[in-house]
């Protein structure tokens, strides 16, 4: 089962972001690091803040390109270590589970053969009532395989 770990600092962000949103659905992409195998950190997030509405975001792909390449840059090009993990955005007034239009969205994305990604992973996340961090990561496969991974917030899970 893959693990992704949300490290305090992107909670910190994610956490600001999703309350200065409000109820406005936001989102973007992940990058990270592979810890080992079926373990990777998000070492950085986008933070799209325009384009969502009460239960809907779209993300702008160009924005998201121009990230990855500067992300590339800054690690080396090093691709086994250092990639694009996937998309998040949040669902703040819904459980943090993806849609069928989640779905078919990410489906679309590891199977577009110009992705040449193994995996791509969707983080749905949100803030309780008591303003921690609840959410989920969904593992899409390139043969369209759908899993369930394992999301560790940390600290946040420990509050």
């Not at 109820?23 to 950085?44: D, K, S, W």
């Not at 384009?51 to 080396?76: E, K, P, Y």
Request: some cysteine.
């Amino acid at each position: 089962m893959l693990t992704l770990n949300l490290p305090t600092e992107q909670v910190i962000l994610l956490r600001q972001e999703l309350q200065a949103a409000g109820r406005r659905e936001i989102g973007g992409i992940m990058m990270g690091e592979q810890l080992a195998p079926n373990h990777f950190r998000v070492t950085e997030m986008t933070f799209q803040r325009h384009g969502g509405m009460f239960a809907r975001f779209v993300r702008n792909a160009r924005l998201a390109l121009v990230a990855l390449q500067q992300f590339f840059s800054r690690t080396g090009h090093r691709y086994q270590k250092y990639n694009y993990l996937g998309e998040w955005h949040s669902h703040p007034s819904f459980k943090p589970n993806p849609s069928t239009t989640d779905h078919e969205s990410m489906i679309d994305v590891v199977c577009h053969q110009n992705t040449g990604a193994n995996f791509v992973l969707l983080m749905i996340i949100r803030l309780s009532d008591t303003e921690h961090l609840e959410g989920s990561v969904t593992v899409y496969l390139p043969d369209g395989g759908v899993n369930q991974g394992v999301l560790d917030l940390g600290e946040e899970a420990a509050t």
